[in-house]
């Protein structure tokens, strides 16, 4: 079965760098969730989007940027990259409605130096 | 707030020995609540859900949970742990049409083999 798609897997960048994460949800799954998680910390949730509009807003810097395309594929662009950036980036897909689970992406580990 | 506690931050077990792993949470409304596990540099991955009905869920690998709605808690079980089980494990909570998911610090669990 599909699953949720992430590119790159690795991402090193410099300070004040950019960087764009792709995801690609799984078929007909309308909503896409960005989370971050840290070395050794629990995923923080990000921003999410349902039918290509945001639907939520979590801790997402202002630096950081995202949306949803016609496709459903999502991008997470990140600005003026700080060393506290580095972390992996999971994204995760669901269809809306009660009774259904978000399915993760195996994740973009960015590293700033 | 919404919040999820796991009480444990690291436990070590022996294979063959019980598994429980406490998690309580605080959510308003309707309550979606999810174990997910991770692999050493893996992605999160779901290993049971409870949405509504029968209060012990049975997920995969031998996991199961049970949600006490007057205690507010999902804890996750397991009879007989194996060195396999080594992994961190992360409870969440989820609702709403948003959907996207709150997780507690999670739980690194290290069994001997």
């Known amino acids: 079965a599909a699953g949720v798609i992430q590119s790159p897997r690795h991402l090193i960048k410099e300070k004040r760098e950019t960087a764009t994460l792709k995801c690609y949800p799984i078929?007909?799954?309308?909503?896409v969730y960005w989370y971050q998680q840290g070395p050794g910390q629990d995923p923080q949730f990000l921003i999410s989007f349902y039918e290509k509009m945001q639907s939520d807003k979590g801790s997402i810097p202002d630096r950081f940027s995202a949306q949803q395309f016609s496709d459903y594929h999502s991008e997470l662009n990140m600005s003026s990259l700080e060393l506290g950036d580095s972390a992996l980036y999971f994204c995760?897909?669901?269809?809306?409605?009660?009774?259904?689970?978000?399915?993760f992406g195996q994740g973009t580990r960015l590293t700033v130096v | 707030a919404q919040s999820v506690s796991q009480h444990n931050h690291h436990v070590i077990l022996s294979e063959a020995a019980s598994l429980e792993l406490g998690c309580n949470y605080s959510y308003g409304g309707t309550v979606n609540l999810f174990w997910y596990v991770q692999y050493p540099g893996q992605h999160l991955q779901l290993l049971l859900k409870y949405f509504s009905g029968d209060p012990l869920v049975k997920g995969i690998k031998g996991f199961e949970a049970e949600f006490i709605k007057s205690k507010f808690s999902f804890n996750l079980r397991k009879p007989s742990v194996q060195w396999s089980d080594t992994a961190e494990y992360f409870c969440?909570?989820?609702?709403?049409?948003?959907?996207?998911?709150?997780f507690g610090k999670g739980t690194k669990l290290s069994v001997k083999p």
């Open positions: 995760a897909s669901k269809h809306r409605g009660g009774g259904t689970e978000a399915f």
């Open positions: 078929p007909r799954h309308d909503t």
């Open positions: 969440a909570v989820g609702g709403g049409s948003q959907g996207n998911l709150i």
